[in-house]
């Protein structure tokens, strides 16, 4: 296997998209339906702003018409996120299930469920989160021991899914796992994806609380959850095959460049029109690898277009786009102690470094560590 970026530049209509998404971000601002200037991840979780993208047709956008979907582009559907996390705006209660949970159940879910919950998720109606990680299984997602043991109509689940993200706002999860042992001459053997109804009696979900004191995940505690049949997603034990082609979306989007990119235009402001050389040197370097992350993303969903499972880029695209954004975040705090500014735009901008600062440290570990992705593209180069 090789690593290949191909470019990707924006088509025609991509561009045109890009108008109408920021038109109508726009407007929602002018509304007061969210506020920009809220960078917290925890501000961005709002079921009724969601419900309008869905009714503007950003929400299932490269999923096949026939399952509700509107049989776009990854390109056009980068457009549409990369705008949306730049503007700051509330999309965490469609985020997951858009991009990961969707293509999941358009895969492997049987077509009754398909029809029940597809059309809802393109509305923007439902909430999903993933339960893979556990407590003492997060990279080594094939330890998992929470299991599901099989009952005369169906499946019970018992054990404990940790860092589980939203897991107290979600209507669904899709959580992993173990259906048998893992066999000797395959430990990924054995594991089974659910979809679980996240108002099932024997769920009990606990905050665990940011250092900051938000609650953003939990801790969720499975007691004797039972989950028919029809809600095994695929094949019993394959889970493995099937995550790993999930992760490939988890990982790719504008999100692991983005998240902490609401410290830039403040810092902007903060340096004003006519920046020091010291100044515009610091910015045109933290611009220069933003723009690099964001044509690396673009040529991903390029790939994906054509039909391709781009996992090692996908991880090369978090590993440095993450690494850029914690980067980006203390050069920004080192530069702005450079300037003499004590008006509006420094309050704007130490405002916005406390809440950026508080949780920057998490997006090299979500969605897999940079040791973990690191060991991706070594051995998608034959090096291990
Ligand atoms: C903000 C946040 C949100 C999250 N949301 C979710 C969620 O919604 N659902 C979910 O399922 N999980 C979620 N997670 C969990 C996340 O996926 C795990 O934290 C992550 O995969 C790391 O696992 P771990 O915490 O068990 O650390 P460990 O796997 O124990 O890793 C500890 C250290 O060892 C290193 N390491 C581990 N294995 C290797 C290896 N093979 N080679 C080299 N180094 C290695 C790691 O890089 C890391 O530095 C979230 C985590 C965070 C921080």
Known sequence: MTIRFEPSP????AAKLRAEVRAFLREEIAAGSFDPSRVEPQAKFDRAFSARVGARGWIGMTWPREMGGHGRSFAERYVVTEEMLAANAPIRAHFVADRQSGPVLIKYARPEVR???LPRIVAGE??????MSEPDSGSDLFAARAKATRTNAGWSLSGTKLWTTLAHKADWMIGIFRTSPSTEDNR?????????DMTSPGITVRPVLFPSGEHDFNEIVFDDVFVPDEHVLGELGDA????????????SGAERFLETFGLLAPLVDLIGPAPQLREAESLGRMVARLHTYRHMA???SGTMDRGGEPVAEASVVKAG????????????????????DDGPARDRFED??????????KVTIQGGTIEVLNGIVARALGLR
């Open 10 to 13: 924006e088509s025609e209509t």
């Open 115 to 117: 029809d029940q919950l």
């Open 126 to 131: 439902l909430s999903f989160c993933i339960g």
């Open 188 to 196: 990924r053997h054995g594991l089974t994806q659910f979809l679980i």
């Open 240 to 251: 493995w095959k099937q995550a790993t082609s999930e992760l490939a979306f988890e990982r």
């Open 298 to 300: 673009m040529a991903v």
């Open 321 to 340: 786009g993450t690494q850029w954004e914690q980067a980006m975040v203390i050069e920004a705090r080192r530069i702005s102690r450079l300037i003499d």
């Open 352 to 361: 916005a470094l406390q809440r950026i600062t508080a949780f920057a440290p």
